[in-house]
T-cell receptor, first 113, second 115 residues
């Protein structure tokens, strides 16, 4: 089955700096890659996603890049703010968004004021 | 739109008892619902995929006789943890989707503590 590795496990940045989280996946059949933000005790919230026919997608301060050849994708957060502090998960899915997701191990991001 | 609820939000039970958790799609019909388990400071691990009117598909290592899943309607799926033990204490989260091309909408989770 699919295996998703996520790095780093923790990330501390100064407010205003950028944060980058990287994920690799094992199954070349995966073609949908969402990113979730989860605050303590809350549900995961979809923040951005990318499909395999696109190399990059941006939404305000958040961007995701995908390299299908290398089987890795990354989340970029620019101009970080304290409210960006949370745990971020990448995931991969085969077929489509509504198919089962395999999650990475998570990255705990702390934005220091 | 696309709101998913779970009930209860938390539950404490004694070892050996059974606990039922409900997952509801409030404003859409969910052809597929997923059940995840999340231990403290860990990732979400898929337990099973549930399609309305059919038997759930369990992930490897998940005991189907211990974690009973029922998806009786397009808006409701239930997870019953039978003969719960302390090691079953976890955060259980469901998600629902309108179809394979739709995104997954997550419920708020249920925190289960087994004493």
């Amino acid at each position: 089955g699919e295996n998703v590795e996520q790095h780093p496990s923790t990330l501390s940045v100064q407010e205003g700096d950028s944060a980058v989280i990287k994920c690799t996946y094992s199954d070349s059949a995966s073609n949908y890659f969402p990113w979730y933000k989860q605050e303590l005790g809350k549900r995961p919230q979809l923040i951005i996603d990318i499909r395999s026919n696109v190399g990059e997608k941006k939404d305000q301060r958040i961007a995701v890049t995908l390299n299908k050849t290398a089987k890795h994708f990354s989340l970029h957060i620019t101009e970080t703010q304290p409210e960006d502090s949370a745990v971020y998960f990448c995931a991969a899915s085969m077929g489509a968004a509504g198919n089962k997701l395999t999650f990475g191990g998570g990255t705990r991001v702390l934005v220091k004021p | 739109g696309a709101v998913v609820s779970q009930h209860p939000s938390w539950v404490i039970c004694k070892s050996g008892t059974s606990v039922k958790i409900e997952c509801r799609s409030l404003d859409f019909q969910a052809t597929t619902m997923f059940w995840y388990r999340q231990f403290p400071k860990q990732s979400l691990m898929l337990m099973a995929t549930s399609n309305e009117g059919s038997k759930a598909t369990y992930e490897q290592g998940v005991e189907k006789d211990k974690f009973l899943i029922n998806h009786a309607s397009l808006t409701l799926s239930t997870l019953t943890v039978t003969s719960a033990h302390p090691e079953d204490s976890s955060f259980y989260i469901c998600s629902a989707t309108r179809g394979s091309t739709d995104t997954q909408y997550f419920g708020p989770g249920t925190r289960l503590t087994v004493l």
